[in-house]
């Protein structure tokens, strides 16, 4: 597994100073910083502190079994901003050299908050996943308009029945966290809240309309297809 994370820090040299502290606990593989620069902090096949508490495709010891790569942006916290393209570059590259020592499905390339929705936003709704996807690394669905229509109303908070029935266990399939279930909890919203910023990044309200469900559908095929570029309109 592939995990994508922004350092969330206000300064590149602030956050490598805390990923080689040993009293923070935390570490990552690699950081790739906004001119494109990549620093290895630890080796691929040594456990690295980058994922913490969460939950994909059944696996909860995320460290364990993943790769943690930090990319440089100041987070939410400190004022987001766009991903430079040199730096999105030296992501594509470094993930297609890291894939050609193991074996890592285009569904296994995630986000921190998709392995982790109710505490974590980061790499967040301007990293370009459609990119990658569009280089063969990771998935990316953009419904018609008619499959959108099809689904009829959104879902949201406090919402119960087939259609939130239909949605969790979609979620779950793809790799979330959340159990199967017939209502729209608090953990529904966030957890839509974290596949909308991976895959439906213009709008993130934890709202489950059309596009979203259609969208997450298109995925679910994708991941079960693991098509060639990881791209399907």
Not at 14 to 20: E, H, I, N, P
Not at 91 to 113: E, F, K, M, N, Q
Not at 116 to 123: G, L, M, N, S, V
Not at 129 to 155: M, N, T
Request: glycine share 12%; aromatic share 6%; with cysteine.
């Amino acid at each position: 597994m592939l995990v994508l994370h922004y350092t969330g820090m206000q300064t590149a040299k602030a956050a490598v100073a805390r990923l080689r502290d040993p009293e923070a606990k935390v570490s990552a593989h690699y950081v790739v910083d906004e001119d494109g620069a990549i620093l290895r902090l630890v080796p691929e096949e040594r456990r690295a502190w980058h994922a913490g508490r969460g939950v994909w495709q059944g696996e909860t010891d995320c460290n364990a079994a993943s790769i943690g790569i930090e990319i440089v942006n100041p987070g939410h916290e400190f004022g987001y901003r766009d991903f430079p393209e040199e730096q999105i570059d030296a992501v594509i590259s470094l993930i297609s050299d890291i894939r050609t020592r193991w074996t890592i499905p285009d569904a296994r390339i995630i986000g921190h908050s998709d392995l982790a929705p109710e505490r974590k936003q980061d790499p967040g709704e301007l990293f370009p996943w459609k990119r990658l996807a569009s280089v063969g690394h990771g998935l990316w669905f953009e419904p018609a308009h008619e499959r959108i229509a099809a689904l009829g109303a959104p879902l949201g908070v406090g919402d119960e029945g087939l259609g939130v029935i239909v949605l969790r266990a979609g979620l779950h399939r793809l790799g979330y966290g959340l159990k199967p279930g017939g209502d729209y909890d608090d953990e529904t919203r966030l957890t839509v809240e974290a596949f909308q910023r991976h895959w439906r990044p213009a709008k993130v309200d934890g709202v489950a309309d059309g596009e979203t469900r259609a969208t997450l559908m298109g995925v679910l095929q994708l991941a079960t297809a693991e098509s060639a570029t990881g791209v399907l309109a």
